[in-house]
């Protein structure tokens, strides 16, 4: 299935795609895509679900990150091989993990805020992963089990902020707006192999990355499981997998997001981002 959250920021409705691509409304079944509907028994109760039986959304509303009430929003870093290499830096032996505020999340075509002060506002096309059962002191193996599906993300970050500003990297990802999710949360049944995902992000119809999540240090199974060591991950919990090679950082010479600059970013059967770019 593709579920998706549609309407007003802060009023979103629950729906899912139908084979036609039309939105179905599913407000009338569940409150939100959040807590247990996410889980393996709430998904397939959607799923036994006749979407030609639902209402029929009209026209083309907004649509909002596709999980809400996200409890966590768990990044990890310089996940690609040939991303690390872009940046100079070596691989780690284990994931990098750090996090985004919750409050950066937004629906996928809403407009990027460059935040005051910024000099680096810069892009990563990401595959995010939505939990959907508890996952505590998991092993790889059961891993996958507790994902819910999958989605889109654009990691945006501040490189300024994020190097340079005596703190975690949390200070240049967290920033309002830095953080779309969606279109679609697409559940785990599918997409075949998470491993074997092509992914790209252009700025004003430029192509900068152009990636696989083939090229991930660390795949799915182990980032869950190896967060799971140091947190209990809960349904609806986000994680942000890393991105691959093009960020604007890796350019010679290093571009950066300005007001005015058009993005798009996709992930192969996950869906497509589209933003503008203003000042904050």
Known sequence: MKLLRYGASGAEKPGLLDD???????????????????????????????????????????????????????????????????????????????????????????????????????????????????????????????????????????????????????????????GPIGPWLVTRDEVKDPQDLPMYLEVNGHRYQDGSTRTMHFGVANVISHLSQFMSLQPGDVISTGTPPGVGMGQNPQTYLKPGDKVELGIAGLGVQRQGVVAG
């Not at 040939?82 to 075509?109: N, Q, R």
């Not at 945006?156 to 240049?172: A, I, N, P, T, Y």
């Open 20 to 178: 036609d691509g039309a939105i179905r409304d599913l407000s009338g079944v569940i409150d939100d895509l959040s807590g247990g509907v996410l889980s393996d028994e709430g998904l397939q109760t959607l799923r036994e679900l006749d979407p030609n039986g639902l209402p029929k959304v009209d026209g083309q509303p907004r649509i909002g990150a596709c999980v809400g009430h996200v409890g966590k929003f768990v990044c990890i870093g310089l996940n690609y091989a040939d991303h690390a290499a872009e940046a100079g830096m070596d691989l780690p032996a284990e994931p990098v993990i750090f996090f985004k505020a919750t409050s950066s999340i937004m629906g996928p075509d809403d407009t990027i805020e460059i935040p005051r002060g910024s000099v680096k506002t810069d892009w990563e096309v990401e595959l995010g992963v939505v939990i959907g059962t508890e996952a505590k002191y998991v092993s790889e193996a059961d891993a996958m089990d507790h994902v819910a599906g999958y989605c889109v993300i654009n990691d945006l970050s501040e490189r300024d902020f994020q190097l340079h500003r005596s703190g975690q990297w949390v200070k240049g990802k967290s920033a309002d707006t830095f």
